[in-house]
T-cell receptor
Framework: GAGVSQSPRYKVAKRGQDVALRCDPI?????LFWYQQALGQGPEFLTY????????KSGLPSDRFFAERPEGSVSTLKIQRTQQEDSAVYLC??????????????FGDGTRLSIL | AQKVTQAQTEISVVEKEDVTLDCVYE???????LFWYKQPPSGELVFLIR??????QNEISGRYSWNFQKSTSSFNFTITASQVVDSAVYFC??????????????FGKGTKLSVKP
């Protein structure tokens, strides 16, 4: 498709389980961002990739969160030993240039994660 | 510190009314970018506009217009003759320039706009 694709659309997990969320950016987009959006809030930055390099992971809330983009295209956000406070919508965005170009970021529909 | 404030949590208007969504930002950078995004119930964030800190010209796109004023650190968004399809949550966002946060967006909490027929 032409847009950013995220899967699964919904994920329910029990507390303590590991989850993996996938993001397929727009083809050719250099930059990829992950955001976390709690209910009723604006998205908050988690991490940023330029091609396969993770240049900024300052927003990851704990060492249970891990992201990768090994071939500079598809990215996976993994959360280990999930906690209830991890429940949120996880949004992926991509943009054409490097981050400092500040080109518009195009977002996927997000993955709604619910931890029971 | 960088911050975006959208003081209006929810706004309700009747179709064809004009509505303005407020956005106030804080940044120490002299080079920065401001954005507006629309988030309909489906959840996807839809890009509406990007302005850089050196361009204070107001912009109009159809029924949408944006008023950027550096003196008051505001970047307000006006919808003229609102329609039911405009109902969504609207987010204002800030991105700092070179040497800043490498382009990640800092969002406000959003304003939920409901347009009633």
């Amino acid at each position: 498709g032409a847009g950013v694709s995220q899967s699964p659309r919904y994920k329910v997990a029990k507390r303590g389980q590991d989850v993996a969320l996938r993001c397929d950016p727009i083809s050719g987009h250099v930059s990829l961002f992950w955001y976390q959006q709690a209910l009723g809030q604006g998205p908050e930055f988690l991490t940023y990739f330029q091609n396969e390099a993770q240049l900024d992971k300052s927003g990851l809330p704990s060492d249970r969160f891990f992201a990768e983009r090994p071939e500079g295209s598809v990215s996976t956000l993994k959360i280990q030993r999930t906690q209830q406070e991890d429940s949120a919508v996880y949004l992926c965005a991509s943009s054409l240039g490097g981050a400092v170009s500040n080109q518009p970021q195009h977002f996927g529909d997000g993955t709604r994660l619910s931890i029971l | 510190a960088q911050k975006v404030t959208q003081a209006q949590t929810e706004i309700s208007v009747v179709e064809k009314e004009d509505v303005t969504l407020d956005c106030v930002y804080e940044t120490r950078d002299t080079t920065y970018y401001l954005f507006w995004y629309k988030q309909p119930p489906s959840g996807e964030l839809v890009f509406l506009i990007r302005r850089n800190s050196f361009d204070e010209q107001n912009e109009i796109s159809g029924r949408y217009s944006w008023n950027f004023q550096k003196s008051t650190s505001s970047f307000n968004f006006t919808i003229t003759a609102s329609q039911v399809v405009d109902s969504a949550v609207y987010f204002c966002a800030l991105s700092e320039g070179y040497g800043g946060s490498q382009g990640n967006l800092i969002f406000g909490k959003g304003t939920k706009l409901s347009v009633k027929p």
